[in-house]
C-alpha cells in the first residue's frame, strides 16, 4: 500500500493527519484510531512526515497570489520549447491549438471581437527570442496583428460552408514558430446568410484547449451582449511567475524531492511477448483510431453517474486494468493530461495551463471493477492534492529549467488524455442534434496509421475526445518499443475489460 493509499484509507474515517514541526499529530472521531492504524503509522513514520510535509508545499502552491511583474516565459513554456523547438519543429506537424467558430455577424463585427479579445490577453501577442542562453519573452502591439479575410458570400451557403471549414483547417495547420514574430493568427471566412467562420490558431506552447473554449466564449459575448461576461481574472503571467517563484524557493525543493522519490520507486513495465522496457523514447508511432458509439459512451456515463463518479475515471479505470492484465502487473505508473485551472480566479485564465499528473496505478488481480476504480481515484486526489506543474515529455519532477537534462529517461509507460470537447454552447448544439454515429459498430472498425516520421513519446497514449455523445478514440503504440502482436493484443485486451465494465 502506498502512503497516500495509507493516508486516504484513514481519511475515508475522519483521521486526520497534519504536522507540528517534526511530529504526526491527528484528530479523529473517539476510538476510530485502532492498534492496526498506529502500528502502521510508527512504521512508515518517516515516509508520512515526507508526504504530509510534500502535501503542505503543494497547498501552498495552489494558494500562491499571482506576481505582477516582468513579461517572463513561463516554466512550462521554457519546457514545451525544449520539446518542440529546434531544427525540427514543425515537423510533420504544427502543434496548434486550431480554435474554430460560426458566428451571425458581419465580417466586421467579427474582426472587431477578435481584436477585443487579442488586446485583452498578453499570453496571446507573446513572441520569444533566445538570448545568450535563455529564453526572453517579448510583447507585440495589439495593433500589429493581422487578421487574414476570405469573402464566400458568392457561393451558395452549403458550398460556403463546405469550402470554409477545409480552409479553416488548412490555415490552423501553419505553423506558428517559437521563434516566430506572432505564435498566433486568426481569419475571417464570410459566408452566405449573414454568417463567419472564424479561425484562430494559436501556438500550443501559449494557449491550450481550455484557451480555445475561453476564446470562443468571449466572442460569443461580445457579439451577443457587448462584452466578454467573464473575462480572465488572473492573466497568464501573473500565475506564472507565482509558478516560478514558488519552485525556486524551499517549499518547491520539497515538492520536487517528493516527486523525484516517488519517481525513482516506481517500477518499470515490460512489454508482454520481448520483455521490453516501456521507456520514453523518440521514434514511429502506429495509430489506432476508432469512435465509441454514443449508445456506447451513453452506458459509461450511466455507470459513472451509479458509481457516482465522472466518466473520465471510468476511461481511466477501463484503461489501467487492460495495462495491468496485458502487462501482466499489477503496479504501474501512468501520466494523466490535466488542466492547472482549479479555482475560480483562474478558470478563465487564457494561456498554457495544461499540466501531466503522475499517477500510481493499482490493479489487484481478484479486485472487481469499483474496488479498482476507488483505489485510482484515491491515487489520482492523492497526485492532485500534490500537484507539481509539470508537462508529460519528462519525468514529473523535472519542473525547472537545468534542473534535469532535457533527454532525462522518462520510465512512465503510458500517458491517458480524456477531453471533453467543446464550449457549454457547442455541447448543448450537439446533444440536440441527430447522432451522427448510430449505425457505427460496436466493437468499432479501427482505422490504423502509420507516421513515417520519429516523435517524442511515451510507448503508450491513449487519447479520449468525448463530443457528448460518441467519443473520438486515437490509441498511439510507439513501435519501435512495442511489437505488433502486442500492439494488436493491447488493443483486444482493452475492448474485453469495456465489454465487461460497460456491456452491450
Not at 479575410?149 to 514558430?177: H, I, M, P, T, Y
Not at 501573473?238 to 517500477?267: N, T
Not at 471493477?369 to 519525468?395: C, K, Q, V
Amino acid at each position: 500500500m502506498t502512503v497516500a493509499a495509507l493516508i486516504a484509507g484513514l481519511e475515508s474515517r475522519s483521521i486526520l493527519l497534519s504536522l507540528e514541526g517534526e511530529q504526526i499529530r491527528y484528530r479523529s472521531p473517539r476510538q476510530a484510531l485502532t492498534d492496526l492504524d498506529r502500528e502502521a503509522l510508527q512504521a512508515r513514520r518517516g515516509e508520512i512526515v515526507d508526504y504530509l510535509k510534500a502535501r503542505a508545499a503543494a497547498r501552498a502552491l495552489r494558494g500562491a497570489n499571482p506576481v505582477p511583474g516582468p513579461l517572463t516565459p513561463s516554466v512550462a513554456q521554457e519546457m514545451w520549447r525544449a520539446f518542440a523547438g529546434g531544427a525540427e519543429e514543425g515537423k510533420p506537424v504544427a502543434l496548434n491549438i486550431p480554435t474554430m467558430g460560426r458566428f451571425k455577424a458581419t465580417p466586421e463585427a467579427v474582426t472587431a471581437a477578435i481584436r477585443r479579445v487579442i488586446a485583452r490577453y498578453d499570453a496571446l501577442r507573446t513572441r520569444f527570442e533566445a538570448r545568450d542562453g535563455a529564453l526572453v519573452a517579448l510583447l507585440n502591439p495589439a495593433e500589429a496583428f493581422e487578421i487574414e479575410q476570405e469573402d464566400l458570400r458568392g457561393l451558395s451557403a452549403d458550398a460556403a460552408r463546405e469550402v470554409a471549414a477545409k480552409g479553416a483547417q488548412q490555415f490552423c495547420a501553419l505553423l506558428n514558430a517559437i521563434d516566430g514574430t506572432w505564435l498566433i493568427r486568426a481569419k475571417v471566412f464570410a459566408l452566405p446568410e449573414g454568417e463567419c467562420l472564424v479561425a484562430i490558431s494559436p501556438a500550443h506552447m501559449i494557449a491550450d484547449a481550455g484557451t480555445r473554449n475561453i476564446l470562443l466564449d468571449e466572442m460569443h459575448d461580445i457579439l451577443e451582449f457587448g462584452a466578454a461576461r467573464a473575462p480572465s481574472v488572473v492573466l497568464y503571467n501573473d500565475y506564472s511567475l507565482a509558478e516560478r517563484e514558488f519552485l525556486a524557493g524551499e517549499q518547491g525543493a520539497q515538492l520536487i524531492e517528493h516527486w523525484r522519490r516517488w519517481y525513482h520507486d516506481q517500477p518499470t513495465m515490460l512489454a508482454p511477448s520481448d520483455g521490453t522496457p516501456l521507456a520514453w523514447g523518440n521514434g514511429v508511432r502506429i495509430v489506432k483510431n476508432f469512435i465509441i458509439p454514443a449508445r456506447v459512451a451513453g452506458k459509461v456515463r450511466d455507470l459513472a453517474a451509479t458509481l457516482k463518479v465522472t466518466s473520465f475515471l471510468v476511461y481511466l479505470t477501463i484503461f489501467a486494468i487492460a495495462m495491468a492484465r496485458w502487462a501482466k502487473t499489477e503496479g504501474f505508473p501512468v501520466r494523466v493530461l490535466g488542466d492547472k485551472r482549479v479555482s475560480l480566479e483562474l478558470n478563465n485564465t487564457v494561456g498554457l495551463m495544461f499540466c501531466a499528473d503522475a499517477v500510481a496505478i493499482h490493479v489487484p488481480e481478484t479486485a472487481d471493477f469499483e474496488t479498482i476504480m476507488r483505489g485510482i481515484l484515491a491515487e489520482y486526489d492523492a497526485t492532485l492534492s500534490l500537484r507539481i506543474p509539470s508537462l508529460h515529455f519528462w519525468a514529473p519532477h523535472c519542473v525547472r529549467p537545468g534542473i534535469e537534462a532535457p533527454d532525462y529517461p522518462n520510465r512512465i509507460p503510458a500517458v491517458f488524455n480524456y477531453y471533453s470537447i467543446g464550449t457549454a454552447r457547442e455541447k448543448t448544439d450537439k446533444q440536440a442534434g441527430p447522432d451522427a454515429s448510430a449505425a457505427l459498430p460496436w466493437p468499432p472498425d479501427i482505422v490504423t496509421l502509420t507516421q513515417t516520421w520519429p516523435r517524442r513519446s511515451s510507448p503508450l497514449f491513449l487519447h479520449l475526445n468525448d463530443t457528448g455523445q460518441e467519443v473520438h478514440v486515437s490509441l498511439h503504440f510507439f513501435q519501435g518499443v512495442i511489437s505488433p502482436s502486442d500492439q494488436d493484443s493491447f488493443t483486444a485486451m482493452l475492448f474485453q475489460v469495456f465489454a465487461e465494465a460497460v456491456p452491450a
